[in-house]
Structures are given as C-alpha cells and as structure tokens.
C-alpha cells in the first residue's frame, strides 16, 4: 500500500490539473467553432496526461541524479519528495517514465493515423522538451529556459493541439486564448525558482532569477500576473473570448492575496499557492468557454 502512495505522489498528481485545463481550454475553442467529439477529447487528455505523468517522472530522476535535489531542497520541506528519500529505485522510476511516454505514443500515433500528422509532430516536440527539460544533453531547466518551455508546452502547444484533434485546423484565436494561461503555468515555475534562488546558486544551476536577480525575476512574476488577467479582459472584450469570459476576475482576491504574499516575504509554499491561482483562473476560463458553447 506504502509502494502504490509513493508512486501516486511521484507522479505529482495535482499538476495535471493544468494539463486538463489546456486540453479542455483548446477542445472548447474547437466547439465553438463548430467540432467537437467527446472520444477524442478524452483521448486527447489522457495521452497529455501520461505524458506529464510521464515528463514528472523523468525530471525528478535527472534531478536526483545529478545531485540537484537533495535533502536540503526546500520543496521537500512542504510535499513528499519519494525520489529523493530512496523510497523508489530510481532505475524503475526511469523505466516507468519512459512506460508511460510510451503509451501516450501509442495514443498519439492513433490520433495522427486519424486526424493528421500535425498531432505527431506537436507530440514529437512535447515528448523532446520534456526528456531534456533536465536531461542529458540539454539539461535546459538549468539555463533558465524552463519557464518559456513550460509556456510553450501548456500554452500554445497544447492547446493548438486539443483544438486540432478537434477541427483538423491550427487555429489563430485558440492560440492567442492560450498565452495567459500559459503565462501562469509558467509562473508555478517562476514563483519555485525565485524561492529557491540561493538553493540553486549553491548547486550550480542557472535558472531565470538567478540570471535576472531575485527581486527582478519577482517584479517580472508580478508583472506577469497582472499581464494574464489583463489579456483575458482585452479579448473579452475585443474578441477572440466571449463576454462570458470576465468571470475569470473571480479569482483576482486570490491574486491579489498571492501579489501580496510575494512582495511581503516568499512563502515556502510560493509554486503550489501559484497552481492554485492558476487552476482556479483556468478553470473559470474553461467555464466560461463551455457557457459561450451552451448559449
């Protein structure tokens, strides 16, 4: 029982919220644009999802590995960390990891055989960005590049994606609804590295507040912050998101609350209080999508 939580809790299961709300984000585009298939979007969520699950498995590992994380590392202070702690071989936790890349290929070459070869290239990209997000060669995490990686990937890349599995179509609008929740996503990362600053510098890493300065790298995450919401009400606006979609200023108390802890002291728990923000910003967007589609 011990062996199924540690493994449960490796995988990082409350991240994937993301990856559901960029599937979900994407696939309603896609319905109020006329498509949209329940199969294929579940297909379409579960093969992102393996590959998070997937990406999660194998950057731990390379982290471990290298000596990045440690017993110091302040996240293992807050969530359990089963890698780190030696409660899982890290030689099955690799196998696993590449396991589980395999059956999201499997759904993705499916969905390519019928729907079109844009889906295996857009997978082919987000299985590359996640092996070398902290793996040999590129080791890219650590040159400061992992924030516009995972804008990328939970951004434009996936939810173009969702939307082509549905429409058969890259579609301009779906990406431009896209970059503020991309922008958030990536700001979980952000809000992880400016409070691991000195923990980072100690191991020989690069990561974005260490190359801007930590008080830099918190201006740009509390610029960014108010970038997404400030996106979302020019498109609600201007198009391409219906009216409905200002419900997302329900979750500015929590934004705000967020805003303030940052500028005051970095709580230790910065990155899990961002997804917070995040999932409830996203989740209200996909609301909001799923209302226009209704009406």
């Not at 990856?19 to 006329?34: C, E, P």
Request: proline share 5%; net charge positive; aromatic share 12%.
């Amino acid at each position: 029982m011990h062996v199924c939580r540690d493994w449960f809790l490796a995988s990082r299961p409350w991240s994937f919220s993301m990856t559901a709300i960029s599937v979900s984000v994407g696939s309603a585009m896609a319905a109020l644009d006329g498509g949209f298939s329940w199969p294929l979007y579940f297909l379409a969520l579960i093969g992102a999802v393996l590959m998070h699950a997937a990406s999660n498995f194998i950057n731990d590992y390379d982290d471990v590995r290298h000596g990045v994380d440690s017993p110091e590392v302040p996240t293992a202070r807050y969530r359990p960390h089963p890698l780190m702690t030696g409660r899982l071989a890290l030689v099955h936790v690799r196998a696993t990891a590449y396991c589980l890349f395999g059956l999201a290929a499997v759904i993705g070459l499916f969905l390519t055989a019928t729907r079109g070869w844009p889906v295996f290239w857009i997978g082919l990209v987000g299985t590359a960005a996640g092996i070398t997000y902290t793996g040999d060669p590129f080791k890219y995490k650590y040159r400061a590049l992992g924030e516009i990686s995972v804008f990328l990937m939970w951004g434009p890349l996936m939810v173009a994606g969702a939307y082509f599995v549905q429409r058969q179509s890259i579609s301009t609008n779906a990406v431009l609804v896209s970059l503020p929740f991309g922008v958030l996503v990536a700001l979980v990362l952000l809000a992880n590295n400016i409070r691991d600053v000195s923990y980072d510098r100690g191991k020989g890493i690069f990561t974005l507040p260490i190359v801007l300065g930590q008080r830099q790298g918190l201006t740009l995450y509390l610029a960014l912050i108010v970038a997404a919401y400030a996106a979302v009400v020019g498109m609600a606006m201007f198009g391409p998101l219906p009216p409905w979609s200002l419900i997302v200023l329900l979750s500015t108390p929590l934004a705000v609350k967020l805003l303030r802890q940052m500028a005051a002291d970095i709580p230790l728990d910065a990155d899990a209080q961002t997804a917070k923000l995040d999932t409830a910003f996203g989740l209200l967007l996909v609301i909001s999508l799923v209302l226009e589609a209704m009406v």
